[in-house]
């Protein structure tokens, strides 16, 4: 049976609470509709669990465990988590993920989180930071841009979001003291000038942020960042051309980024860098990247069809989440 047959075409979509019972369904032409099908269509198991729990009142059960699939032994994530990274071993990146999708349900703790702090232990560098990506003894596939070190450097990209998520869901564990020690120092580095800065960073540098507990600090080291953001055009603040398709494979995932890329929420710290125009018409952009089949496109350049794929499905959770925080009608 077509799945996209059975929508109804009410005029007035409900407002699903996440978790409840009955399941909600948008109105026929809503954009949050047609993701629903390309969710459907498309997405890995995990993002339709994601996409059934944030908008059908499904839940967070089924979502950890679809999540649970790309557990290690470890305590660690892997089998393309985080689909630039293939196969089964247990990376950096894959925690990052996996962290955004427990707090995502509300489910950032207990012996799961435990066992993923163990796990970042032992994958730390000697300053107390998780390297981009550690050393693979099998050589698996990886994007080109995923940096290849036999011995790899203490990186904010990663540090930053998983620290800030830990802080944010109250977590307490040894491994976060010289974590957050190192994310400090590097998001100093980065608004006073003392590195070279890239879009990414700055993510990384705001994912940490708006989840330190010492808030009086991190606003003071958000407000120097964000006059550096400003002063370098670092992000993007109205709508940017899309890339060509012809673009090279190195160094980053891909570039710009967009004011909503970088204050995912209202509450956001980096909301400030940004004047409520240059919210709008990044939201509007956002709105409009919504594709023919009604998925959102990544931003990551391709480089096999398979990981593109799953990247657009963790991209349509991202822009509707993003979406529905401000507000907007989806």
Not at 85 to 93: K, N, Y
Not at 202 to 220: C, I, Q, T, Y
Not at 270 to 280: L, S
Request: charged residues 20%; aromatic residues 6%; contains cysteine.
């Amino acid at each position: 049976m077509d799945r996209s047959a059975s929508l109804p075409s009410s005029s007035s979509p409900p407002s699903p609470t996440p978790g409840s019972a009955e399941p909600a369904r948008p109105a026929g032409s809503s954009a949050l509709s047609r993701a629903e099908r390309f969710v459907w269509l498309t997405a890995r198991v995990l993002e339709q669990r994601r996409f059934a729990y944030h908008f059908l009142g499904g839940g967070a059960d089924a979502v950890e465990t679809a999540l649970t699939a790309y557990l290690g032994t470890d305590g660690g994530y892997g089998h393309a988590l985080d689909p630039d990274l293939r196969g089964p071993v247990s990376q950096p990146p894959h925690a990052v993920h996996a962290l955004r999708v427990l707090d995502g349900i509300g489910r950032c703790g207990g012996q799961r989180v435990e066992r993923l702090c163990r796990y970042l232990t032992s994958v730390s560098t000697p300053d107390g930071a998780l390297p981009v990506c550690r050393p693979s003894p099998h050589g698996y596939p990886a994007a080109p841009w995923v940096p290849s070190a036999d011995d790899p450097r203490g990186d904010l990209l990663t540090t930053g979001p998983v620290v800030g998520l830990l802080h944010r869901n109250q977590v307490w564990h040894a491994w976060l003291f010289r974590a957050t020690d190192f994310c400090w120092a590097a998001v100093a580095a980065l608004a006073e000038g003392g590195t070279t800065a890239r879009p990414y960073e700055v993510a990384a540098a705001v994912a940490f942020l708006d989840g330190a507990p010492d808030r009086a600090r991190a606003e003071a080291a958000a407000d120097r960042l964000g006059r550096r953001v400003r002063e370098e055009r670092l992000i993007v603040p109205h709508p940017a051309p899309e890339p060509a398709d012809d673009r090279p494979l190195a160094p980053g995932p891909g570039e710009p980024l967009q004011v909503h890329d970088i204050a995912r929420t209202p509450g956001s710290l980096a909301r400030r860098w940004f004047t409520d125009a240059e919210v709008e018409r990044s939201l509007d952009a956002l709105a409009a990247a919504q594709q023919e089949d009604g998925g959102w496109p990544p931003h990551r350049r391709a480089w096999t069809p398979v990981a593109t794929l799953e990247w657009r499905s963790v991209a349509t959770m991202e822009a509707l989440l993003t979406l529905r925080a401000y507000g907007r009608r989806i």
